[in-house]
């Protein structure tokens, strides 16, 4: 896991949130970050430091005169060590106080005394009104010309019963920040175009074809190239994935569709990765009223060929640099190698297709002009990482 070994001071201040900060306590463990938790007055009027100590596995700390502390150094000593500060949930009146330096109480005066080089971010948590009224709106701006990571807030229904932005962010997406803030920007300034997942091809209007593909590896690779910096548009097909943080995403349900996307976004791009696991034909005439059994006899179906997306975007006077993905039964190498030449791409990534679908885990062998490379099993995060930095260094070159 990326967060491993991560030490991270993890603030709480006043707002209802707090219930979810314990969601992100625990996300913040099970990823093996060591958390330190820091509770204002306030947000202990909103959950207990006992249920944030029984997830952290760490004494919680509240006061600034704390005497387990020896040398009554908590704002110092808590932070010299850590790799990162999350405030979550941020409230507006602690987005004030970090705007002007207030240091009245233990998290503050900790997030004053830290060290230039550890990292703040904060999670704010409002009704919509604080967040939107100018004086927030001004404190957001000074916070992030301080340097300050900003994660949300994002829109929604809110505890109060308004709705609108400053919900905080939920904990698995204030998770993915801070993997992506932690991760080396690689592919800073790029953009990179991913396509992901299933095609669907209608045969009637309840009716159609796809595959078994999930999409989990196309949003593994869109994620890494976000966190690595770069400027990620995702064209996915049908899947029952959430979308990755701070990846533009564009829905479609056929192959069609899919080329007309990537064919409208393409010239922007410096990079496309087609994991997409695209139909090859689609249904030539699909019938606009359900197909009915009739007389028992099987439907007379006709097939056209879809597109071929990556070998016509490969083809194209300036293409981006290309990488392909190859779903095989069999003989891997052979056709790996030879469907790389085939689409005329620099990069192509073999996988035993049917062993993979809809799985959380993968084993890759990469092809290109010099040979080919197996990438060991590994989660889809972490091969989705190393595949970046695979491109990363070929596009530098
Ligand atoms: N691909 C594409 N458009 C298609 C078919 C495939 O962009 N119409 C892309 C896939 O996203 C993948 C690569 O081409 O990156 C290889 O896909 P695959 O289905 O393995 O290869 P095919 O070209 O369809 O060859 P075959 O089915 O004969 O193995």
Request: proline letters at 6%.
């Amino acid at each position: 896991m990326k967060l491993a070994g991560k030490r991270i001071v993890l603030g709480l201040t006043g707002g209802i949130a707090c219930y979810k900060a314990a969601e992100l306590a625990r996300g913040l463990v099970k990823a093996g970050a060591s958390v330190q938790v820091v509770m204002t007055e306030a947000a202990r009027q909103f959950i207990t430091p006992v249920t944030l100590q029984a997830l952290s596995g760490r004494p919680v700390f509240t006061d600034q005169w704390d005497s387990r502390i020896s040398n009554n150094m908590a704002h110092i000593d808590l932070t010299r060590d850590a790799d990162a500060v999350l405030i979550a949930p941020c409230s507006a009146d602690f987005m004030r106080k970090l705007v002007h330096g207030a240091a009245d109480d233990l998290l503050s005066t900790l997030c004053l005394a830290r060290p230039a080089t550890v990292p703040l971010l904060v999670a704010p948590a409002m009704n919509v009104e604080m967040w939107e009224n100018p004086a927030t709106r001004r404190n957001a701006d000074q916070l992030r010309s301080d340097g300050i990571t900003l994660l949300g807030p994002v829109a929604g229904e809110q505890a109060c019963g308004e709705t609108g932005l400053g919900r905080m962010m939920e904990p698995e997406s204030l998770l993915e920040e801070l993997q992506a803030f932690f991760q080396p920007k690689l592919l800073r300034g790029s953009r990179v175009l991913v396509t992901a997942g299933p095609t669907f091809e209608p045969i009637d209007p309840v009716r159609g074809i796809t595959n078994l593909s999930s999409g989990k590896m196309g949003y593994a690779i869109a994620r890494a190239a976000r966190s690595a910096g770069a400027e990620v548009t995702l064209v996915s097909g049908p899947t029952a994935l959430a979308a990755p943080n701070g990846v533009r995403m564009l829905p479609v349900t056929t192959a069609r569709e899919m080329h007309a996307a990537v064919m409208s976004e393409i010239a922007a791009q410096q990079v496309f990765i087609a994991v997409a696991a695209v139909a090859d034909w689609r249904v030539s005439e699909a019938s606009s009223q359900k197909i009915k059994k009739q007389d028992g006899s099987p439907p007379a179906l006709a097939f056209e060929q879809n597109p071929d997306i990556l070998a016509e975007v490969a083809a194209l006077p300036a293409p981006p640099y290309c990488v392909g993905f190859a779903a095989e039964s069999e003989h891997l190498l052979e056709h790996g190698a030879a469907k790389r030449r085939r689409k005329n791409i620099p990069l192509l990534v073999g996988n035993i297709g049917h062993q993979t679908f809809g799985k959380d885990d993968n084993e890759l062998v990469l092809f290109d002009d010099t040979g080919h490379y197996p990438l060991p099993r590994a989660g889809k995060d972490m091969l989705a990482d190393r595949l970046v930095a695979e491109i990363a260094q070929r596009i530098r070159t």
